[in-house]
């Protein structure tokens, strides 16, 4: 049985990916304030936790003065405060926030964690892929390794990344034709991806969705060959898969949404915003009633972000794992060696 973090001898072995975690967190604190974002630091109970139709969170009573009683949720991410502070007049945004996902454990996940999101009013989302080519570097510099490393797996951080669309990812590493499951209207073809699905050995459920079957896909296929060698930035999500991001201006099966690979891990999470508060409000309702009917349960909306939303600037923003960066970064066996006092 593995000895308890805080014992004298587990400490000592983790001891040097803490410190590596440190000074890899103030060098990127450093690096956002030299180009002129200022640090956020949202608060962690909010009225929705967030609409993604698979994120759980953890929920709480707050009871006011008067005793009268209220639910509360552990944000999944700072996105909705960071936004509104963008509705409100910011323009380049940074948060280290700690937030909170139940129903994930594992050798990459955590129930709590620490997120790193920033925000850039005004610039594109390719300055986020920028972004995220500087950080790689950056963490193996501090780090003092030539290679990011998961288990078996390898990743050059001062490589170019590759950059695929998912379509393509899906031709490459999967021989799925996956736009052709998608209509112009953002409507899809489970039966048509089903096929697919089953013709390249997958064992789809009659009763699996368009998404629970990309999901399967990509988990199976695409993503273990992700990040190999050097980064891989999988861009243009489809529209269904990208509920909080712009649609692509010349192809409106797809979205301005991308994520970062190194190693077979995903990273970090980016997107050209969407800022309609109408089409938001339209998609969260349809993540919530698929929550409703795989789950039992949904969230509420946050009214006030979605007035918010009207305010906000065209904007591009990104949500990476930090603790996952460091994992990569020291070779860690799993993220709970790279947190300061992981929960028990």
């Not at 937030?99 to 005004?122: D, I, K």
């Not at 243009?236 to 010349?250: H, Q, V």
Request: proline fraction near 8%; include cysteine; glycine fraction near 6%.
């Amino acid at each position: 049985m593995t000895d308890p973090w805080w014992t004298p001898a587990r400490h000592e072995t983790r001891r040097p990916l803490l410190l590596a975690r440190n000074r890899l967190q103030s060098a990127l604190r450093a690096w956002f304030d030299d180009m002129g974002f200022l640090e956020a630091d949202p608060s962690a109970l909010q009225t929705s936790p967030g609409n993604e139709a698979h994120l759980h969170a953890f929920s709480t009573t707050a009871i006011g003065n008067d005793g009268g009683t209220r639910t509360l949720h552990l944000h999944t991410s700072p996105e909705f405060a960071l936004k509104k502070l963008l509705a409100a007049g910011e323009t380049r945004l940074f948060s280290f926030s700690h937030v909170w996902r139940n129903r994930e454990r594992g050798p990459l996940h955590h129930p709590e964690f620490t997120m790193l999101e920033w925000y850039r009013a005004g610039d594109p989302y390719d300055a986020l892929m920028q972004d995220c080519a500087a950080i790689l570097r950056m963490a193996a510099e501090v780090a003092g390794t030539p290679v990011l490393r998961w288990r078996d797996a390898t990743c050059d951080p001062f490589a170019p990344p590759e950059r695929l669309s998912v379509a393509e990812a899906f031709d490459i590493h999967a021989d799925v034709d996956l736009l052709s499951t998608i209509r112009d209207d953002g409507t899809t073809d489970a039966d048509l991806l089903r096929e697919q699905a089953a013709a390249i050995g997958l064992r789809p459920s009659a009763d699996d969705t368009w998404s629970d079957l990309l999901a399967k896909i990509l988990t199976a296929h695409v993503e273990p060959n992700l990040g190999h060698g050097r980064p891989t930035i999988l861009d243009r999500y489809p529209s269904p898969e990208a509920a909080l991001a712009r649609k692509a201006p010349d192809d409106p099966r797809v979205a301005e949404r991308f994520e970062l690979y190194a190693c077979g891990v995903e990273l970090a999470n980016g997107f050209g915003e969407l800022t309609d508060p109408e089409e938001q409000r339209r998609r969260f309702i349809a993540e919530m009633d698929e929550k409703q009917r795989v789950y039992g349960e949904r969230y509420p909306l946050d009214e006030d972000f979605l007035s918010a939303l009207a305010h906000m600037p065209p904007a591009s923003g990104i949500a990476l794992g930090f603790d996952r960066l460091v994992v990569l970064a020291t070779g860690a066996p799993r993220i709970d060696e790279v947190l300061w006092a992981p929960v028990p």
